[in-house]
């Protein structure tokens, strides 16, 4: 079972840039889809953006396409976010999540897909 860590949420006025990261504590990524959800006030949990760790796939919602980029560092074993022009719009939290897909080169949208869930970490685009 696969722990995750999130970390590097915060506030940035808006065309700013953050880089949240996603660390997993008690065994690697490999053989796990590993995705970004954010949820806003108000509002539904949504799909931001996914890769898959064997293959480098990745998966990445419209509304973000072109701003934010989902990338893994193998050796520390970690999953980055990064979050260009930002816009108060992507005010949330910010969830990471992992799919165990071993075999598989999907990389899911679908929440339903994620077995694992990390606490979260707020990002506040200020106006």
């Known amino acids: 079972q696969v722990q995750l860590v999130e970390s590097g949420g915060g506030l940035v006025q808006a065309g700013g840039s953050l880089r949240v990261s996603c660390a997993a504590s008690?065994?690697?990524?490999?053989?796990?889809?590993v995705g970004w959800f954010r949820q806003a006030p108000g509002k539904e949990r949504e799909f931001v953006a996914a890769i898959n760790w064997s293959n480098g796939n990745t998966n990445t919602a419209d509304s973000v396409k072109g701003r934010f980029t989902i990338s893994r560092d193998n050796a520390k074993n970690t999953v980055y976010l990064q979050m260009n022009s930002l816009k108060p719009e992507d005010t949330a939290v910010y969830y990471c999540?992992?799919?165990?897909?071993?075999?598989?080169?999907?990389?899911?949208?679908?929440?339903?897909?994620?077995?694992?869930w990390g606490q979260g970490t707020q990002v506040t685009v200020s106006p």
């Open positions: 008690g065994r690697t990524f490999s053989g796990y889809t």
């Open positions: 999540a992992a799919d165990w897909r071993p075999t598989s080169m999907v990389v899911s949208a679908r929440q339903a897909s994620y077995d694992y």
